[in-house]
């Protein structure tokens, strides 16, 4: 038995895009994804059985798992036979089988409305439904083999009213026993014909026979909801040709955008004002539309994502997963224009939204694993086979085990929501007492957000560029101990290269002057910035990923000489220490940040 | 995680891995907690406790689980890894189910893959719980 605790099973949770990561709902997105019907008004309509009928299955089903099917019996009642044969399809099945005791709950509120509801709702399900859950349970016997049986044994079976038909239920499990007897007792007080036909048609037909019957009709039933097979969802995944997309909706821009200015860059869901603009515009069937739509999508992920039908949270986890993105390909279409979108949305299907969003972060990923490669940073050409091979988990476990010691917890973390199944942006990272360190990420719903993300991938890519001229590929050396290394080398008067400190250059460096330091600091600070532009310019070696991916970031020096000054504040710390005079302790202290040859560290 | 031979009882470290494994699986539920993972054995036996809980201890969610000697022919490591297998299958049905899915107070039985063993848990509240206890260590010392 495989362990549910092992490498395997993280990369297989990684791989679902939406458990592994502390990713923050986003409110504005509850706008599709919180069940929109209200049960109680349902009831107080003028036809309450139309009312409740005139509901969409999923959204009925997880209206009634919100306020629990037994607060719900008054609703139950009304509802049709398909609805109730939908609802088993979504959550009567674990794993692709059919778990007969959650069958169980829900027949036996129909039994507590009444026997003969029991016996209709029963009757009323697909025959291989009925067959699927009584025939593993139930053995019948006629006259002439309960003759054969001692007496305990035919006291211990129940009888039909002919008294030539006997049968005995073989479940260990009691809720089953108590059910099958219940359900039978209604059957004979309305149907017994029913009675004798169920009974041998559960006996003799082959059980697991009606079960793979029954899980093809509820597939092809599930698919017209979006649950598509692992195959179809997978590809959604799949980056598009943004190019040839734009070019699809270009006339609706250029004709829609006509005297209507532009919106201003903005930090909430796009896809929320979208909506908000097109229920102005539409009526409550065309929103009603476009909301399915959304719905359907985020059913459709949940192949990919492996998430049940019955797993609300997880398919609502899913759903505004879906809108972020779908939202962040509407953003970018429309150019950010409200009308358009409204246009867009009324056109264009969310699932091609959703790609859109997708194929947007994709530019980014393949332009950061093209300069992690460059720089020779470990793992590179692995992650990006396995991202070839859309094997998410595997590249996720990849970041956090291989690059940590290059890169640090906050830049994985950084990589791990970039590299996610469904792109998420780091926001707040904490660190408890204990030294535990969590990262929290937020969906990507808007162009804000992703230039945010490519403006953090930039600070990454720009000191790999760095460390590049500090000497060869990165490999699993420290990126951070590399350049502060090289940094302190030039504050001592040699060149920016990476390899350890010498004695000579650690004597020098607690023999200069605080001011000298400060600005030959100064100096180099606004050299490298220089260095970054020039290989930005035209004809340059190029770092950014931003730039890579088409993705307008203002500045993307800025996030990398924010990092970098960061290292030379905490070098100056060392350096300007009391103790920097001393040349043991100071060798001491730049062992936290840089490396300093082995002869000094076995001095330690 | 470090390799260890199959005869070999399941050792402090490791059960640190795996409880770090654990918060990373299911990272999108931890909030501010996370978990911790022990594991004994006596002449009679194996037990396992994964305790979800935050720092200040006011939430505290031990679950506990223990198999008999005479009921399988595993060994105790394999006993151990067994109980945290199925305690990480319980979490997973918790955290679905949004903390909605409990266990009794007290040994409950169950069987995994044919194999009996038992299990219980409680959600506790460790601060209100210190403070109670101070309040009656107050009282008591106000009566003498």
């Given at each position: 038995m495989a362990s549910r605790l092992s490498e395997e099973s993280l990369k297989a949770v990684y791989d679902t895009?939406?458990?592994?990561l502390a990713i923050q709902s986003e409110q504005a997105l509850d706008l599709l994804s919180a069940p929109s019907v209200d049960l109680d008004k349902l009831l107080l309509e003028e036809d309450p059985q139309a009312a409740v009928q005139a509901v969409p299955p999923q959204a009925l089903y997880q209206a009634l798992m919100l306020k629990g099917p037994e607060d719900a019996l008054d609703v139950l009642e009304h509802m049709s036979a398909d609805q109730v044969v939908r609802i088993f399809d979504y959550d009567i099945w674990t794993d692709d089988r059919l778990a007969p005791h959650k069958a169980i709950r829900w027949l036996n509120l129909f039994k507590e409305i009444g026997p003969e509801q029991l016996y209709t709702r029963f009757k009323e399900l697909d025959e291989e439904y009925q067959l699927a859950l009584l025939g593993p349970e139930i053995t019948t016997y006629d006259e002439e083999e309960y003759e054969k049986l001692s007496d305990a044994e035919q006291d211990s079976l129940g009888r039909m009213p002919c008294n030539t038909v006997f049968y005995k239920v073989t479940s260990q499990d009691p809720r089953m026993e108590e059910f099958i007897s219940g359900l039978l007792e209604a059957t004979m007080g309305s149907d017994i014909n029913y009675a004798y036909a169920l009974l041998a048609h559960a006996y003799h037909l082959p059980p697991n026979e009606q079960e793979e019957q029954i899980a093809r009709f509820r597939k092809a039933r599930l698919e017209e909801d979006g649950f598509v097979t692992f195959e179809e969802s997978r590809a959604l995944f799949r980056p598009l040709e943004l190019d040839a997309m734009k070019q699809k909706w270009s006339f609706l821009l250029a004709r829609d955008a006509i005297g209507l200015s532009p919106s201003k860059s903005r930090t909430t869901a796009f896809l929320l004002t979208a909506l908000q603009a097109g229920a102005r515009k539409w009526t409550s069937e065309e929103f009603e539309r476009v909301s399915r739509g959304f719905a359907t999508l985020g059913n459709m992920l949940a192949a990919a994502a492996r998430v049940?039908?019955?797993?609300l949270e997880g398919l609502r986890r899913l759903m505004q997963q879906a809108q972020a993105l779908a939202g962040l390909g509407l953003e970018w279409l429309s150019g950010s224009d409200e009308n358009v979108a409204v246009a867009l949305l009324e056109k264009e299907t969310p699932q091609m939204l959703f790609r859109t969003g997708i194929s947007l972060v994709s530019r980014l990923t393949d332009a950061v694993t093209t300069e992690l490669k460059r720089h020779g940073v470990t793992e590179a050409d692995n992650i990006e086979r396995n991202l070839r091979m859309d094997k998410r988990g595997v590249v996720i476990h990849m970041i956090e085990t291989a690059l940590l010691e290059p890169f640090g917890f906050e830049r994985v973390e950084t990589l791990k929501g970039l590299y996610n199944r469904f792109p998420v942006l780091p926001v707040t990272m904490t660190t408890d007492e204990d030294g535990l360190q969590r990262m929290l990420f937020q969906p990507i719903t808007s162009l804000v957000a992703l230039t945010q993300m490519a403006a953090t991938a930039d600070a990454l890519t720009g000191l790999l560029h760095l460390s590049s001229l500090a000497g060869g590929p990165l490999g699993k050396a420290s990126l951070d101990r590399r350049l502060t290394t090289g940094l302190a080398r030039v504050l001592a008067g040699g060149g920016f290269t990476s390899e350890p400190l010498s004695d000579i250059e650690v004597k020098r460096l607690s023999s200069l002057p605080r001011e000298a330091l400060q600005t030959t600091g100064a100096d180099f600070f606004a050299g490298v910035e220089g260095t970054l532009r020039e290989a930005l310019a035209p004809g340059g070696a190029g770092w950014a990923a931003s730039r890579a991916a088409k993705i307008h970031v203002d500045d993307p020096v800025q996030a990398v000489m924010t990092e970098f000054s960061d290292l030379i504040m905490r070098l100056h710390a060392v350096l300007g220490s009391t103790e920097a005079h001393d040349d043991v302790a100071l060798v001491r202290a730049l062992r936290g940040l840089a490396d300093v040859e082995s002869k000094h560290q076995e001095a330690l | 995680m470090t390799e260890k031979p199959k005869n070999e009882f399941v050792t402090e470290g490791e059960c640190r891995d795996l409880a770090t494994l654990m918060g990373r699986k299911y990272a999108s539920f931890m909030k501010d907690r996370h978990f911790e993972a022990v594991i004994t054995k006596d002449a009679r036996g194996v037990y396992a406790t994964v305790t979800l809980r935050n720092r200040s201890g006011s939430f505290f969610y031990p679950v506990e689980g223990r198999m008999a000697?005479?009921?399988?022919?595993?060994n105790p490591r394999e006993s151990g890894l067994f109980l945290l297998d199925y305690i990480d299958s319980y979490f997973e049905e918790y955290f679905r189910e949004g903390g909605d899915v409990y266990l009794p107070i007290d040994w409950a039985h169950y069987e995994h893959d044919g194999v009996p063993l038992q299990l219980k848990g409680q959600i506790l509240n460790l601060e209100i719980e210190r403070m109670a206890d101070e309040l009656l260590s107050k009282g008591n010392s106000s009566v003498h």
């Open positions: 895009g939406h458990q592994g049940e039908t019955d797993d | 000697n005479i009921d399988h022919d595993m």
